[in-house]
């Protein structure tokens, strides 16, 4: 699995674009990015998943760049309730099929979205 | 709504006396996990059911064990709870092995160990 860097925390405000940046300088060619998001209390949520270009739906976007060595989670007009910690996975789904969907969760970004 | 219900939210154990988490699915997935979150961490896989088939993770420890008795239903059992078990205990399913990156999570089990 490839490891991941994101950064520790971001604030921001009601209203405003939020965009969560994730190296992965090590990604192998069979690698997809998947994100989670943890509200405080809460288990994780799946949000989002991709291999390359970009990937959106009615949560979020995903932008990978042709060389796939970043990535960033872009959450749109965010509100209060979108404060949470945002978790960027990278691996290849067969690879983490063999070692039993274990999800290996790294350090994530806490967003906190201020009125 | 089809979902994870994990009972209770909260629970608390005396150091040493066994405690039962229980995990219910109405997705009607066939595998299902538990992951243990402590403080500020991120979650740690515990241990996961292909359906009845059970694969404990090599650094759980074996104070924890699970039952899969039918499909809705999975239990994280700790027999000797330690102070150092007190964390958020989540459950999670997948629709298939093939789609484990996409997990559903429950709302988690808050154990305090006094």
């Known amino acids: 699995l490839a490891k991941t860097t994101q950064p520790i925390s971001m604030d921001s405000y009601e209203g405003q674009e939020v965009n969560i940046t994730c190296s992965h300088n090590n990604i192998a060619t069979n690698d997809y990015i998947t994100w989670y998001q943890q509200f405080p209390s809460q288990g994780p949520r799946f949000i989002i998943q991709?291999?390359?270009t970009k990937v959106t739906n009615e949560v979020a976007s995903l932008f990978i760049p042709a060389d796939r060595k970043s990535s960033t989670l872009s959450l749109p007009r965010v509100s209060l309730s979108d404060t949470a910690v945002y978790y960027c996975?990278?691996?290849?789904?067969?690879?983490?099929?063999?070692?039993?969907?274990?999800?290996?969760f790294g350090g994530g970004t806490r967003v906190l979205v201020k009125p | 709504d089809a979902m994870v219900i994990q009972n209770p939210r909260y629970q608390v154990t005396q150091f040493g006396k066994p405690v039962t988490l229980s995990c219910s699915q109405t997705l009607n997935h066939n595998v299902m996990y538990w992951y243990q979150q402590k403080s500020s961490q991120a979650p740690k896989l515990l241990f996961h059911y292909y359906d009845k088939d059970f694969n404990n993770e090599a650094d759980t420890p074996d104070n924890f064990q699970s039952r899969r008795p039918n499909t809705s239903f999975c239990f994280l059992d700790i027999r000797s709870p330690g102070l150092g078990d007190a964390a958020m205990y989540l459950c999670a399913t997948s629709s298939s092995f093939e789609r484990g990156y996409e997990q559903y999570f429950g709302p988690g089990t808050r154990l305090t160990v006094t």
């Open positions: 996975l990278v691996g290849d789904i067969l690879e983490i099929k063999a070692a039993g969907n274990k999800l290996t």
């Open positions: 991709g291999y390359k």
